[in-house]
């Protein structure tokens, strides 16, 4: 007979307590955005599914390492042609290395559950993008819409204006990642990490246009194309945004669908803790 497990040590206790407190503070880098997944998919058991598994498992070790990284699989000769994955993510540029490992993780194991045995996807999450394709799409110039949101709230008063322009104007003279403020607006702008300067200026230029000319006097506004991303929101506005373009109601149906199911797994992995530590 075993005394052992009557008396449970108090450092599992604690450490119940502290899983409990962990995803409260990882919770806004891990925000969907949006997901899009390539209608054709392999069969699993092929090439393509090994040299995905590969690609998304060098996709998420590496983001410890580095705000940006990207990879290539299977793309050298000793492989059977058309089975090449090509991949990257991409960290907002002001999270800590952890939450960026985190992030990606986060956001590997949702494309995993939102897009399985799809040719190319993108998924991205507040903090970070993660997107491959069996196209090879890196280093090419792409400023594509992918996302554009705007918020229900608008305004019409002239200050506002001037103070998101001033915001626009200056999210548009960064390279790689900026933050901006002017008064009650404020806002933050993301380049891909392999464009340079020019491309990126030029990429920026592109969103900020969207959002003045698509997003009109809405208080919060969202445009990611391919390679860059650029949002604004007026103080109290981050998180009203609601209208949008038709891509968005799958959009909002995915990130319940994801939501559901990282609820479900979470809800599964604590009790078989509990079951464990506590
Ligand atoms: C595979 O693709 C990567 C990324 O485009 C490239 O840098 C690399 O040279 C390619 N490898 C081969 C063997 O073609």
């Known amino acids: 007979m075993s005394f052992k497990k009557l008396h449970k040590p108090f450092p599992s206790f604690l450490f119940c307590f502290f899983v409990f407190l962990h995803p409260i503070h990882r919770a806004k880098a891990a925000n969907f955005i949006y997901s899009s997944c390539s209608p054709s998919k392999f069969q699993p058991g092929t090439p393509s599914q090994t040299n995905l598994i590969s690609l998304l498992t060098s996709v998420a070790a590496a983001a410890s390492q580095a705000t940006y990284n990207s990879f290539a699989t299977g793309n050298d000769s000793a492989s059977p042609p058309g089975a090449a994955v090509y991949g990257l993510y991409q960290c907002r540029n002001d999270l800590r290395a952890d939450d960026c490992s985190a992030c990606v993780q986060s956001a590997v194991g949702q494309l995993n559950l939102v897009c399985p045995d799809s040719y190319a996807a993108s998924l991205q999450l507040d903090g970070c993008l993660v997107r491959y394709s069996n196209e090879n799409f890196l280093g090419r110039a792409d400023t594509s819409l ?4 705007c918020s229900s709230s608008t305004s019409n008063e002239e ?8 915001v626009l104007a200056d999210l548009q003279t960064g390279v790689g990642f900026r933050v901006s403020s002017s008064g009650t607006v404020q806002g933050y702008a993301q380049c891909i990490g392999d464009l340079n300067s020019a491309d990126c200026t030029s990429c920026l230029a592109q969103a900020v246009g969207q959002l003045k000319n698509s997003c009109g006097s809405a208080m919060a506004a969202d445009v990611y194309l391919a ?7 007026a103080s109290g506005h981050y998180f009203r945004s609601t209208t949008a373009y038709p891509g968005d109601e799958i959009g909002k149906t995915v990130a319940i669908i994801v939501g559901i199911l990282a609820g479900v797994a979470l809800f599964v992995v604590f009790l078989s803790f509990l079951r464990k530590a506590c």
């Open 146 to 149: 992918v996302y554009r949101k």
């Open 159 to 166: 200050q506002f204006f001037r103070r998101r322009d001033d």
């Open 227 to 233: 390679q860059c991303y650029a949002r604004y929101w």
